[in-house]
């Protein structure tokens, strides 16, 4: 994980905030490649992220490789649900493909590209 701040320095360039309200709890960069050493985005990912620092289920975006912005993780069909475990913040993130995805504080109204990659 990393700040939004930083994603220019690690991606190679920056991630548009959906909009002008919305604080960004981490951005997490998830990155597969097959034998040959060929990328793979077209492919189902799930993580586990905690968040000690809040209460409400947070709005993630997934930003498409090489792209800077962003669309809501649920409209492209994804889920975000409890951890299995119960452990207070643990959310269970479950994306139809792999990229970087951006926490952000919950209600965060889109106003980037909901373009698929």
Avoid at 25 to 33: E, K, P
Wanted: charge should be negative; aromatic fraction near 8%; include cysteine.
């Amino acid at each position: 994980a990393m700040d939004l701040a930083d994603a220019n320095t690690y991606l190679g360039y920056e991630l548009n905030v959906p909009n002008s309200g919305a604080s960004a709890l981490s951005v997490i960069s998830i990155a597969r490649s097959d034998a040959s050493g060929a990328t793979i985005s077209a492919a189902t990912v799930t993580f586990e992220v905690t968040f000690s620092d809040t209460t409400a289920v947070p709005d993630f975006y997934r930003y498409p490789d090489g792209s800077s912005d962003g669309a809501s993780l649920i409209s492209q069909g994804g889920t975000v649900e409890a951890c299995a475990s119960g452990a207070a913040g643990c959310y269970s993130v479950t994306s139809p493909a792999t990229s970087s995805f951006v926490a952000y504080s919950a209600n965060t109204t889109s106003t980037g590209s909901d373009d698929d990659d």
